[in-house]
């Protein structure tokens, strides 16, 4: 059974910095291009950024603030999340990219004075 728990999530001010991570189970991790998505109540889940093997892509509006990476061995994804704006607010998950697997539970970003 495929799992994909997120965690790291929480409240910070405008301008902090969150680390999320994601732990896959079930699943042959170093296979997958992976992705780390967002959404906000009321609108359509968005990608954020995607990682594969060898590089790394990300939404317009985190360009230069975000870096993802992962670690094969631990079958872990993470998103270093820096400059944070309130804008970032929202559930963030992981996935596949495309999506492949039934979405986690996220983690709450809230950023916020």
């Known amino acids: 059974q495929v799992q994909l728990v997120e965690s790291g999530g929480g409240l910070v001010q405008p301008g902090g910095s969150l680390r999320l991570s994601c732990a896959a189970s079930?699943?042959?991790?170093?296979?997958?291009?992976m992705g780390w998505y967002r959404q906000v109540p009321g609108k359509q889940r968005e990608l954020v950024a995607h990682?594969?093997?060898?590089?790394?892509d990300y939404a317009d509006s985190v360009k230069g603030r975000f870096t993802i990476s992962r670690d094969n061995a631990k079958s872990t994804l993470y998103l270093q999340m820096n400059s944070l704006k309130p804008e970032d607010t929202a559930v963030y998950y992981c996935?596949?990219?495309?999506?492949?697997?039934?979405w986690g539970q996220g983690t709450q970003v809230t950023v916020s004075s």
């Open positions: 996935n596949t990219k495309p999506t492949s697997f039934s």
């Open positions: 079930g699943i042959i991790f170093s296979m997958y291009n």
């Open positions: 990682i594969t093997r060898n590089s790394a």
